[in-house]
């Protein structure tokens, strides 16, 4: 795992809401460079206001976040040099569409940074090509579906290329195909400086492809690390309101039930759990000739 070097670090920050709840309590935390990170944990965990809070759109109420070793700045230049490097995609599209047509949405960001017509329209349309939005280019925002709004702020985000690309609950309102063809997207956008943050209750969408994972409960950081170690904590998992992931289940109940799967390592994903499970068997077939 990748952490020689962190895009985020959050020291000793809290968030209290106007209303006095307090979304944020004294987290410490660093977001490393190069990472795809799953965020964790029941609604109002505190995963949202996290990510506004990266995303400079509130300011901590106690605390420091530095980006690249130095603190956020929240004066225009500062929030607009933030915002170059970080893409945020919001849980409701609705909050982050508001251009007349598909392709003038996406075409907005790529157009405020300093880049050449060349590179804007080559982003553009890879951007329009990844997420599957060729035939709704020219269509107006208002007659797309929840799940193409969800494609059109998708697309629009990574048009910009950022460091850091940021998805709050990124598949609310897509369909099974498009939920599953995300992870698709994401694994096409990985790079070594490329960091992701993925919010998400579809335990099972994300545990083959997060590296890292960071979980949340009434505001405060309750675990900081790889999948195996917080997939098998069960008293973890319970606290936070998390699924298990199918594989797991089925790992530990092959584990408990015989002693000939006793040694099986945890996979981290399905063919690994089936090639597992073909090499015992074929051990097993030559033991008993």
């Known amino acids: 795992m990748k952490m020689t070097a962190s895009y985020f670090s959050f020291e000793h920050v809290s968030f209290l809401y106007s209303d006095g709840t307090q979304a944020i309590n004294d987290i410490s ?22 990510f506004k809070l990266l995303m400079g759109l509130e300011r901590p109420t106690k605390g420091t976040i530095l980006f690249k070793g130095k603190p956020l700045k929240y ?59 060729e035939e709704l280019e020219n269509r107006p925002i208002h007659f797309l579906s929840g799940g193409q709004k969800k494609r059109v702020a998708i697309a629009g985000v990574y048009a ?42 579809q335990i099972n969408l994300v545990y083959e492809w997060a590296d890292y994972y960071i979980v949340l409960h009434k505001g405060k950081v309750i675990y900081v690390g790889e999948r195996d170690a917080l997939f098998t904590n069960d008293a973890l998992l319970q606290q936070a309101h998390i699924e298990k992931p199918w594989i797991v289940s089925v790992t530990q109940m092959l584990q408990n039930s015989d002693p000939q799967w006793g040694n ?23 033991i008993s000739i």
């Open 75 to 133: 004066n225009k230049s500062g929030l607009q040099q933030l915002r170059q490097q970080v893409g945020l995609v919001f849980q409701e599209a609705d909050h982050q569409l508001f251009a007349s047509t598909v392709k003038q949405d996406i075409l907005y960001g790529p157009l405020n940074l300093d880049w050449s017509i060349e590179k804007i329209t080559s982003q553009v349309d890879k951007a329009i090509a990844l997420t599957e939005l």
């Open 29 to 50: 935390l660093t977001i490393p460079v190069g990472n795809k990170i799953a965020i964790l944990g029941e609604n109002g965990s505190g995963k949202s206001t996290l």
């Open 264 to 286: 099986i390592a945890m996979p981290h994903s399905k063919e690994a759990l089936v090639a597992q499970i073909v090499a015992l068997q074929k051990k097993e077939d030559l």
């Open 160 to 201: 910009m290329e950022p460091k850091v690309l940021i998805l709050d609950e990124p598949t609310s309102s897509l369909d099974y195909y498009f939920s599953t063809q995300l992870t698709d997207y994401l694994k096409k956008l990985d790079t070594d400086d490329r960091t992701f943050l993925y919010s998400t209750h």
